[in-house]
């Protein structure tokens, strides 16, 4: 009997390998690796993402997959990888080229503190060809966080408060929840520091009655198909993508949760 037990384990094992060693498309990567990492938050992020990645087809992909091999580098903490796949969508007007440029901008901060070319070449690029979109919350307001913080660190407080305020202000129309408008909590320490803690304050004031008007509005009108219904394979967090999915409602809820967020905040 113990004999027969250890063949039909031994043949499990068998029928079983080639499906855990499946190929696996970049889709179906960053799905399973943010599925991961939802599931385990104080996980080291690569041990999650590694054994994925490790099984994962890079090159001879369709279009898509090829994009979001450039996520799936992301994730796995590959800048190179990533910044190669994501370049070869960096001449694109649409919503590729859109994401591509806002993870290629945040690879050369983080990765190679490239934060002067960003701020001074790629940036102002950006605004140029994509501005401020309604469908697009996060835009470039997480890079250029990002960068404020490495200018604040070396010194330049003042330069970095001044990206802060004109990202902001150039949010104005408030049509969508974003993200720009949690930037002046964030920087507000520096601001005191920096004796500009009352701008900022106007600032948060300012973001804060424009968002309660836009949310009241929307809750007295009918809900409308004001969201898209394209979703890309795969998963992209913090994108437009990742937001593509939401109807009226959950694009309500987003207004809502950005209210309490700046009600919350000191």
Known sequence: MVRIIALIALLSIKLCAPLMAAELLPSEATT?????????????RT??????MARTRTDDLEEIEQFLSGEAHFIN?????????????RDRDDDLGRVAWQRIMIIRINA???VDQVVDQDIPMYRKRFGTSAHDRYGISYPLMQAALQLAESGSA???????????????????????????DNFMELADQEGRGTEFRALKQWVSE?????LKLRLSESPAPDRRTYTL?????GTLFEDQIRDHYDWTAEFLKLKARLTDAP
């Open 32 to 44: 399973l690796m943010v599925r991961a990492m939802q599931q385990d938050p104080k996980a080291e």
């Open 112 to 114: 190679y503190s490239m």
């Open 77 to 89: 903490f590959d800048p190179a990888l990533a910044r190669d796949a994501f370049w070869e969508f």
């Open 210 to 214: 424009g968002v309660s008007e836009a």
């Open 233 to 237: 394979p795969g998963s992209m967090l």
């Open 158 to 184: 003042g330069r970095a408060l001044d990206m802060i305020v004109d990202e902001v202000k150039r949010h104005d129309e408030f049509d969508a929840p974003y993200f720009a408008y949690l930037l002046p």
């Open 47 to 52: 041990s999650l993402t590694h054994p994925i």
